[in-house]
């Protein structure tokens, strides 16, 4: 039986993700993190009946009154990390979920799960067809040197670019690197109309309401295009079957893994 805690389980993923959790044979949710709900029940808030899921403030509460195997992360990058230092130097494996981490914070907790041979799979998107837009477009990115990024969100979204398209940059630019024909520095007109420069890949993030969390991947050669597109609904369902598939798959290695296809037969 695998012991999970979730780290934001009452919010909009995290809570159907504790149901997910909750429901699946061989995972036994044991806590949950939500300052605003601690102390109280998380079974009542998810409206699971005959059971008790201690909800608390902080990791280091949890930590001092329950054990677990697998912290599951679907906070704010404000206290994520915090969270996920935490759990690894108490030698706990760790699902990330939450975007907003930087290539310094995940080299940081690459080096702390090695210190402490714990594993950490960090996700920018759980969802399947997310998942398969990133293994298509890292196809496309052999093949076509130049591509730009465009992450789409509500109007409420803190972080920009999001968790999914600055993975997503990370991993085309190790495939290739994004040609610029015209230097961002040398364009005529308002240069920040070009967009964010990631890890070599320009990124363009839109905030309106409207929108859940879409990617686009943008390939361009001369007289053909290919446009790769991942549009979420308005339910965090997508993202459950993701995590618990994380959830199994995180004790097969070491260190830190970025992506769901990495521990995927794709
Ligand atoms: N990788 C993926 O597939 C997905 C990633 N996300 C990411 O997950 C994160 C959470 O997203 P939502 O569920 O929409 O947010 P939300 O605002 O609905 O939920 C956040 C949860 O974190 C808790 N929380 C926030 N700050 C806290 C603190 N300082 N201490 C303790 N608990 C705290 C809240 O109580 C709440 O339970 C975001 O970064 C989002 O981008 C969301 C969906 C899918
Ligand atoms: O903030 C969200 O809601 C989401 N964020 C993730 C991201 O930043 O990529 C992905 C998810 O689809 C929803």
Do not use: C
Request: a negative charge; hydrophobic letters at 45%; zero cysteines.
């Amino acid at each position: 039986m695998i012991k999970v805690f979730v780290a934001g389980a009452t919010g909009w993923a995290g809570s159907a993700i504790s149901k997910g959790i909750f429901n699946h044979d061989g995972m036994q949710l044991i806590g949950g993190l939500s300052r605003s709900n601690k102390g109280k029940n998380l079974a009542d808030i998810l409206q699971i009946e005959n059971a008790t899921i201690p909800l608390f403030d902080t990791i280091d509460n949890a930590l001092e009154k329950i054990d677990f195997d697998v912290l599951v992360e679907f906070t704010k990058p404000d206290i994520a990390k915090k969270n996920i230092i935490t759990a690894l130097e108490k030698g706990k494996n760790v699902i990330i979920g939450t975007s907003g981490l930087s290539n310094e914070d995940y080299n940081e907790i690459e080096s702390i799960a090695n210190k402490n041979n714990a594993s950490v799979l960090a996700a920018g998107n759980f969802a399947i067809t997310a998942v398969l837009l990133f293994k298509f477009a890292a196809i496309a990115a052999k093949y076509i040197p130049n591509y730009e990024l465009i992450d789409y969100a509500s109007q409420n979204k803190v972080d920009a670019p999001s968790g999914s398209v600055a993975e997503l940059a990370h991993r085309l630019s190790a495939v290739q690197k994004s040609t610029i024909e015209v230097p961002i520095e040398d364009t005529i007109g308002v240069k920040e109309t070009r967009g964010a420069t990631i890890d070599d890949v320009q990124v363009h993030s839109v905030r309106l309401p409207g929108h859940v969390l879409g990617i686009e991947a943008i390939f361009g050669m001369q007289d053909e295009k290919l446009i790769l597109r991942h549009d979420a609904g308005n339910g965090a369902e997508p993202y459950v079957n993701g995590v618990i598939l994380a959830i199994e798959k995180v004790n097969s290695f070491k260190g830190l893994k970025r992506g769901l296809d990495t521990v995927m037969d794709l």
